[in-house]
């Protein structure tokens, strides 16, 4: 074998990071792999556009379909998005028996099971090392590095936009809504930001790496989601007084029968590197029998880190072809036949530690009422700090608890909530402390 | 294929780690690879120590080369150490058509490319993800994760032992030999510490981590080493003030057409995540064209963290063996026709940003004649800090300084010491800072 032939669909930014290392990095590619990674063709509907790549003629063309049709093409690039046209022509390539790579988050969370299944069935390869956490090698990482390690614990930053915008409102005291701009304007966030900043894109990341570090089948349904939006800069700073920073955490956590899975802003520790993951980049912490913890740390999203995750996949089919091989590690991980359904713990049943914060009337006995009602609730708290800084007749009390039941939480919260002495619903944000007492 | 036997040698700290990972996680390697990864040995002189492990009756013989000689064995796991024994049976093993792991960085550094003539001449794999960094996958991240990339530099806390005691000064305040004690007596240092804090054993990982990152033939003589054992705490005291941690760093650069290989105590800022690396932990940051940066971090050492690379790479050789594929990736990353004697550059020939102490006498023009000499020398002083703490009639004089070239610092350094102002020789620690200036 002299080359392999690859045909990239989508010239958007992370196709044209692709496309920019297959070309600019030709020799050294060659030098690591072997034979050459041919770039055949790019496609997409606009062939206007100039992207300042210098493209040989005929490999641009405006139909997709013709690419993943070619018998001469062996990998098929997929980078066009969304759950559509990306979802048709990928089971197109691989009934046509060539090899997939996708950085499609959405697409794999979604519709996971049904495309490993048909490229098992076709004996094609699968990569999509860029749909999590963009250049760190996550996916190789559980895969391959982790595979002897019993994982009980994946704690992640996966979501660039939320990271820069927690990042502003703690740094500058920004709103969220000036923070957002911030990163509209510096193009870490969409137009739409939606899918960023309301937890979703994270999720999506997790219900892929749950199925990888378990065994369990993709399940992005009953993954417990709630977004940085409503987040008040007033809880960001009462957190650093208490050695805190809030981060938007992917947390799925092997519980033996069950597994959580849940994407919320978290307080962790400032000791706990991953508090200090700063602006758009991405970590995750991984914590298993035999590494003990592991964390990788880099960009998780743009034109050229993402380009760099997909070049990683091409290579590892390139490997495969060069040696004729395929199927050499299972698409999630695990073989087909012991991939099981592992049910998510409902977000009601999980015990971990919370701050709360209570707008009260400023009257003697408040602080006794509230914390009545969390001790017959059985939560214990930790620490009570009261505040001094009134608002509209109001006084923040803020609470820590030990580690208590999600469900006993709400039902007290509702119970406060009632209370006459309270303004206001309380704000509740987890805690991610090992430290933070049972 | 139903089984895969492996046989190691070495029943010490890491081949007790392999050893149960491969017992106690039998099941979940078995639903991961798809096939047992049966142990049909463990070699070890001692036979009689209790380990803690039930082997099968059989499985524990006291002659390696049995081992490596009998034609049942697929992979042979070397986890003796040294260059005498385990290079003689991993060159047999080889011979006898045997894929081979190991830890062995000494070994890799002082003989991987005799290793890996022979290894490629046989057509058998060979794995040493476990000779770097513990668990850290950083070997995998450079071959294959990085694949595209052209990488420009690598900067690692590569040595477990040093960043203990490194740790120890810093945060309590210790004396060298006080956190060594302290590092023996917690299992964090050998009785003879001499490899790790000399800089030694991080030599041989920054021969191997460059010998990958720039295609070049492995190259352990000419990297500058210089280890901790002199290091005073009034320097780590003053860094701080300065906002560096001094760590022991690997340093491993791509000049175009050198590369930098040096291994000594440096400062770095706070704002580096790698300063807040601490305790025996340890942690790699790659930079390189398409990812900006990337970085890892964990257990550089231990039973478990080790034994977890070791797995990986015998399941990466169980999986090839499976799929009947060798010799998949070039041992070092290249195409061994590709691989070059790259020069490392010459210590005297770096340019860096320095931190100089010196003991000056108090008298009037000492100032200026430091700076004299210095300016004639063409270094540019950033900042000048005399600290008000006699000692012995002398006050220190701190001075950090823009990028300058270490022949011209030991020159002017030398000049400076022949001033009968100044007692002792000046102290020299090389900084790294991105944001240091020209």
Chains 1, 2 share one sequence.
Do not use: W
């Amino acid at each position: 074998m002299r080359q392999v032939n690859v045909g990239v669909l989508g010239f958007g930014t992370v196709g044209t990071g692709v496309v920019r290392i297959l070309l600019e990095n030709k020799t050294i590619l060659r030098a690591r792999v072997g034979v050459d990674l041919n770039l055949k063709y790019v496609a997409d509907i606009d062939t206007q556009t100039n992207r300042g790549i210098a493209l040989e003629p005929g490999v641009l063309v405006n139909d997709a379909f013709r690419v993943v049709n070619d018998p001469d093409v062996d990998i098929v690039v997929e980078m066009i998005g969304g759950e559509g046209i990306a979802k048709e022509l990928i089971l197109k390539a691989i009934e046509n028996g060539k090899h997939v790579v996708t950085a499609n988050k959405a697409l794999i969370a979604g519709h996971g099971n049904t495309i490993a299944r048909a490229a098992a069935e076709k004996g094609v390869d699968f990569g999509y090392e860029a749909s999590v956490g963009g250049c760190m090698p996550v996916i190789k990482s559980v895969r391959e590095s982790l595979v002897g390690n019993r994982i009980h614990a994946m704690i992640g930053i996966l979501n660039g936009t939320c990271n820069y915008i927690l990042t502003r409102i703690t740094e500058a005291g920004s709103s969220f809504s000036e923070a957002l701009a911030e990163a509209q304007a510096e193009g870490f966030a969409e137009a739409d930001p939606t899918l960023d900043v309301e937890g979703f894109d994270t999720a999506h990341k997790l219900a892929i790496l749950n199925a990888l570090a378990y065994g369990m089948e993709i399940n992005l349904d009953d993954i417990y989601v709630e977004g940085i939006s409503k987040i008040d800069p007033v809880d960001i700073a009462f957190a650093r007084e208490f050695g805190y920073k809030v981060k938007l955490l992917a947390i799925g956590k092997n519980n033996g029968g069950s597994v959580e899975a849940r994407v919320h802003p978290t307080m962790i520790p400032f000791a706990d590197p991953l508090s200090s993951v700063s602006g758009s980049l991405n970590a995750v912490s991984i914590t298993a029998d035999a590494v003990s913890r592991v964390m990788l740390y880099g960009r998780g999203a743009g034109m050229m880190p993402t380009g760099s995750a997909v070049v990683s996949d091409i290579v590892d089919i390139a490997r495969n072809l060069i040696t004729g091989t395929t199927g050499r590690i299972p698409i999630f991980s695990y073989q087909p036949e012991a991939i099981r359904k592992i049910p998510i713990l409902p977000v009601d049943e999980i015990h971990t530690h919370y701050y709360f914060r209570f707008a009260a009337l400023d009257r003697p006995g408040v602080l006794s009422k509230i914390s009545g009602i969390l001790g017959e609730n059985g939560i214990s708290i930790r620490s009570v700090h009261q505040k001094g800084r009134k608002s509209e007749g109001t006084v923040p009390i803020v609470m820590l608890t030990h580690r208590a039941r999600e469900a006993d939480v709400k039902k007290a919260l509702g119970e406060i909530t009632l209370l006459d002495i309270v303004s206001d619903q309380p704000v509740l944000i987890r805690i991610e402390d090992e430290n933070g007492g049972d």
